[in-house]
């Protein structure tokens, strides 16, 4: 009889704590957030990772009554890993949201994860056209690479650039980065020498850039992914080409704010187009700057940063209006959001579940002794062109 009390009420206190567990685990909004921590992205991985987490220490750690739970995994780059690791976090820990994504392959691998978990993915950095097209899950706070380079392709053919060569990251982005600013170049009237594609691991300039030079071209239109810029830039001095009165004109991660005072002399006057400048002039990007540097040893954030830091925030949000629900109706509440990003405003395309934000031409320039991207127009509301022409 005793034993039998005792084992009842054993049972009885195991059910309790089991309740209370659970009931703790239903008090939490996690959030998985995958990036390349390590490995020759791993600047990338830095930046996106103190956006989020200035994001999420500005608005408080709970989220419709629920606490807000941040769990970072490095993938290195590797897309089996960030599969991998989407399918652990979803499978034992239970996060409501996956986020992050350094860069295409990476969220390309995961995107069929996504999927069949009905687990909402941010894209706070791949930037390739289609990575929204590859789950219905995706909604993305990065950028598109053809949003950048038609509106830089037409800046050059107004400011009498004639003949280019590209040389672009052998892989997606740099493919969308070839493509498009070829065709928007050469349908008004410029003409492309030659395009070149350089691996986008190790990758060694120095003979691509010999063919720039001999190619003889007004300008190089460039590609390479946010932290590779330095290294063009360096060969491009270590060559001599700064003498060859070539211009550089690029997509805006190959100038990116991480980058970019370190790079020197070299790049004054290279002119880029992209959606985020550190030198963007509002008081909320002041604000925003400040904040990341003293959060982060004086870094600059550079658009990565932003990425994370919207991302974070359109997460938040749908979690506030879908009451801290996950899965279909913390996506549905995703969709079609629109607010003032560090960036200018921006907001998500409830169709595409892509980005629609300002894009700007910007020029290096040394202010105050330190060079920056400083922007010279704007075009707003950019919707991604790649889905148009489809
Ligand atoms: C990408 O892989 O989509 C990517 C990564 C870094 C960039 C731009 C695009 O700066």
């Given amino acids: 009889m005793r034993k039998r009390l005792l084992l ?36 990338t991985g830095k930046q996106l990772e103190a956006g989020a987490r200035l994001y999420l220490s500005q608005q408080g750690d709970t989220v419709a009554g ?5 769990i970072v995994k490095d993938d290195t780059g590797v897309p089996d890993v960030t599969k991998r690791m989407a399918q652990e976090l979803i499978v034992n ?9 350094g860069l295409t392959p990476l969220a390309m691998a995961t995107a069929p994860i996504a999927t069949q978990a009905k687990t909402p993915m941010v894209v706070m950095a791949a930037a390739t056209s289609s990575v929204t097209e590859a789950s219905p899950y995706i909604v993305r706070t990065s950028f598109t690479v053809p949003q950048v380079v038609t509106i830089l392709a037409d800046w050059a053919i107004k400011n ?27 349908a008004q009237g410029g003409t492309v020498i030659e395009a070149l594609r350089v691996p986008l691991r190790s990758p060694d300039f120095a003979p691509f850039l010999q063919k720039v030079r001999d190619a003889k071209p007004d300008a190089l239109f460039t590609f390479v992914p946010a932290g590779v810029g330095a290294a063009l830039m360096k060969q491009f001095v270590e060559r001599g080409m700064d003498k060859t009165g070539i211009r550089v004109i690029a997509e805006g991660s190959v100038t990116d704010d991480d980058i970019v005072d370190g790079m020197g002399e070299v790049a004054l006057g290279v002119v880029t187009a992209h959606h985020y400048s550190a030198a963007h002039n509002s ?23 932003v990425g994370a830091y919207d991302g974070m925030h359109v997460i938040v949000e749908a979690a506030k209006a879908s009451k801290g629900a996950g ?32 894009i700007y031409v910007r020029k290096v320039e040394r202010i105050d002794g330190k060079l920056w991207n400083s922007e010279v127009q704007t075009f707003t509301a950019v919707k991604d062109p790649g889905k148009a022409a489809k």
């Avoid at 909320?284 to 940063?305: D, T, Y």
């Avoid at 109706?329 to 003032?340: C, D, H, N, R, T």
């Fill in 66 to 70: 629920k606490k807000v739970q941040l």
């Fill in 327 to 358: 899965n279909d109706a913390l996506l549905q509440a995703m969709k079609g959001q629109s607010f003032e990003s560090p960036r200018g405003p921006v907001s998500i395309d409830a169709q595409t579940r892509d980005v629609v934000h300002n």
């Fill in 93 to 101: 820990d239970k996060v409501q949201v996956l986020a992050g994504f």
């Fill in 283 to 305: 008081p909320l990007n002041k604000r925003f700057v400040e904040a990341f540097g003293k959060a982060n040893n004086g870094l600059r954030p550079n658009f990565m940063a």
């Fill in 8 to 43: 009842q009420s054993v049972a009885a206190a195991s059910l309790l704590c089991s309740l209370i567990l659970s009931h703790a685990q239903e008090a939490v909004f996690k959030i998985g957030l995958i990036l390349p921590l390590t490995g020759p992205f791993a600047s």
């Fill in 160 to 186: 009498d650039i004639k003949k280019v060569v590209s040389l672009v990251s052998d892989y997606a982005p740099g493919v969308d980065s070839e493509t498009f600013f070829n065709q928007r170049f050469t």
